[in-house]
């Protein structure tokens, strides 16, 4: 019998977000799949990997398969290395073993894990997605203010989406991934006198909480996510 894959959203930083499901799944797995940026083997670059050790130690017992996932815009490389990572993942899943692939955040939401369940999904394997925290909904209850309300509508806007004509929808605009163009974020929310708050790192070790424009810096890491509310004026 094939193995199955499931993809494990393991929350933003904090390994108290954790969900019960999650542990358990990974805990049944025989394979610990981990996204990373190359294949030196330096599991410790691994931020999902981090975050599951913090709750579930023995996990570094498990056997890996590292999957490379590196942040470039070479569709036709991209490709390539997704499917080469499909077909590692069929091989362990022919022999019978079930596959965790632990991704941030949740699995649905701008994740890595998607590349390879797709592939082995359209080839007739079995799988399976467990839904993790979001980085948006961990980031608001941590600045300890609610996302929308009523019928206010929210955006979720990934960085290269264009920030002009995200900053314009109604309600509350989600920035994912837009640190390294803060100087242009900080002029259009100023332009727009909209209200901001953002969160670096959130749940981690390092984490870093803004809640005005004011307060943030000039540069900010990949793991920033932005709160815009107010409407454009």
Same mark, same amino acid.
């Given at each position: 019998?094939?193995?199955?894959?499931?993809?494990?959203?393991?929350?933003?930083?904090?390994?108290?977000?954790?969900?019960?499901?999650?542990?358990?799944?990974?805990?049944?797995?025989?394979?610990?799949?981990?996204?990373?940026?190359?294949?030196?083997?330096?599991?410790?670059?691994?931020?999902?990997?981090?975050?599951?050790?913090?709750?579930?130690?023995?996990?570094?017992?498990?056997?890996?398969?590292?999957?490379?996932?590196?942040?470039?815009?070479?569709?036709?490389?991209?490709?390539?290395?997704?499917?080469?990572?499909?077909?590692?993942?069929?091989?362990?899943?022919?022999?019978? #073993?079930?596959?965790?692939?632990? !991704?941030?955040?949740? =699995?649905? &939401?701008? %994740?890595? @894990?998607?590349?390879?369940?797709?592939?082995? #999904?359209?080839?007739?394997?079995? !799988?399976?997605?467990? =839904?993790? &925290?979001? %980085?948006? @909904?961990?980031?608001?209850?941590?600045?300890?203010?609610?996302?929308?309300?009523?019928?206010?509508?929210?955006?979720?806007?990934?960085?290269?989406?264009?920030?002009?004509?995200?900053?314009?929808?109604?309600?509350?605009?989600?920035?994912?991934?837009?640190?390294?163009?803060?100087?242009?974020?900080?002029?259009?929310?100023?332009?727009?006198?909209?209200?901001?708050?953002?969160?670096?790192?959130?749940?981690?070790?390092?984490?870093?909480?803004?809640?005005?424009?004011?307060?943030?810096?000039?540069?900010?890491?990949?793991?920033?996510?932005?709160?815009?509310?107010?409407?454009?004026?």
């Amino acid at each position: 019998m094939k193995g199955t894959f499931y993809g494990v959203g393991v929350g933003p930083g904090d390994p108290e977000l954790l969900t019960l499901k999650a542990v358990q799944t990974i805990r049944q797995c025989e394979i610990l799949a981990l996204p990373i940026s190359d294949l030196d083997g330096d599991v410790e670059k691994c931020v999902a990997y981090q975050i599951v050790l913090g709750a579930l130690p023995e996990a570094a017992q498990k056997e890996k398969l590292l999957l490379s996932m590196p942040m470039i815009k070479d569709k036709e490389r991209l490709k390539k290395i997704h499917d080469e990572g499909a077909k590692d993942a069929a091989a362990l899943l022919n022999s019978g #073993k079930n596959i965790a692939f632990i !991704t941030l955040g949740d =699995p649905t &939401v701008y %994740s890595t @894990c998607l590349y390879i369940h797709k592939r082995l #999904k359209s080839q007739g394997y079995a !799988t399976a997605l467990v =839904p993790g &925290v979001p %980085s948006f @909904c961990s980031a608001a209850a941590r600045m300890d203010i609610g996302l929308v309300e009523n019928r206010e509508q929210m955006h979720i806007i990934p960085g290269s989406y264009s920030l002009e004509e995200g900053l314009d929808l109604p309600g509350t605009r989600i920035l994912m991934k837009s640190g390294r163009n803060m100087p242009r974020v900080k002029e259009e929310i100023r332009k727009r006198g909209l209200e901001i708050y953002m969160v670096e790192n959130c749940g981690m070790e390092n984490e870093r909480i803004y809640k005005s424009i004011e307060e943030m810096p000039k540069d900010a890491g990949y793991y920033s996510l932005l709160i815009v509310k107010g409407d454009t004026k």
